[in-house]
């Protein structure tokens, strides 16, 4: 089953409760939300107060991305404030196996991104406390970037290690997802299609743009 995972990072930020009720309305399987901190990625975005106004405006899934050094210092905090996913990068801590374990144990499901210059490989003895890995198809920090190509060969690399180490681990694709490729991210491994501007735009509603992604992933509208 493909998921729809719309990127608040891109929606209007005086009205984000309204955005996320537009996307659940619309049926969303997660909301997708970015904690930038300007020092892992050069932007600032939302916050754990962010999060806790979230959880009482949805009962979607909040699926938290933290694009933060140190994330073991702020991914308990996230939960308690709602998130129901936790991912952070391979690459902003030494011990990932420790948090994911953490994140697990509060019955929060853990994940791993990894930016587009990182290999699937440095995932190899991480994937048995995996609950998703986050193929990072854009480098990390800004909305509205165009798909890096070289993602499709990365992901079809995580769906081989998936299937072979962690068959019920999710395989998430984020940065420059859109109707144009959703299929071919699809086809590559992807199980949960992460998109913000293709989804928050001025072209169309959020309803409509929505139902354009997944008619254009092969998932049921």
Do not use: C
Not at 5 to 19: E, M, Q, V
Not at 66 to 86: H, N, Q, T, Y
Not at 109 to 125: E, F, H, R
């Amino acid at each position: 089953m493909i998921r729809i995972a719309p990127s608040i990072l891109s929606a209007d930020f005086a009205n984000l409760g309204r955005a996320v009720a537009e996307a659940e309305a619309a049926g969303a399987d997660w909301i997708h939300v970015d904690v930038m901190d300007g020092r892992f990625v050069p932007n600032l975005s939302m916050g754990l107060v962010v999060v806790e106004a979230l959880r009482r405006s949805t009962k979607l899934p909040l699926d938290v991305h933290l694009m933060i050094v140190e994330p073991e210092k702020l991914a308990s905090r996230f939960i308690e404030a709602g998130a129901d996913r936790v991912t952070f990068h391979l690459e902003a801590t030494p011990h990932p196996h420790r948090l994911l374990q953490e994140i697990r144990a509060q019955n929060a499901k853990a994940g791993l991104a990894i930016n587009p210059g990182t290999p699937v490989t440095l995932l190899s003895s991480l994937w048995d406390e995996l609950d998703q890995v986050l193929v990072m198809s854009v480098n990390p920090g800004f909305s509205g970037q165009r798909f890096i190509p070289s993602t499709l060969k990365k992901l079809e690399a995580a769906r081989q290690a998936r299937d072979s180490e962690n068959p019920e681990a999710l395989i998430v694709v984020d940065g420059g997802i859109g109707p144009a490729n959703a299929a071919s991210v699809v086809q590559a491994g992807a199980d949960v299609l992460v998109a913000a501007s293709s989804i928050y735009n001025d072209r169309a509603s959020v309803k409509e743009n929505l139902e354009a992604l997944r008619r254009a992933a092969g998932a049921p509208v």
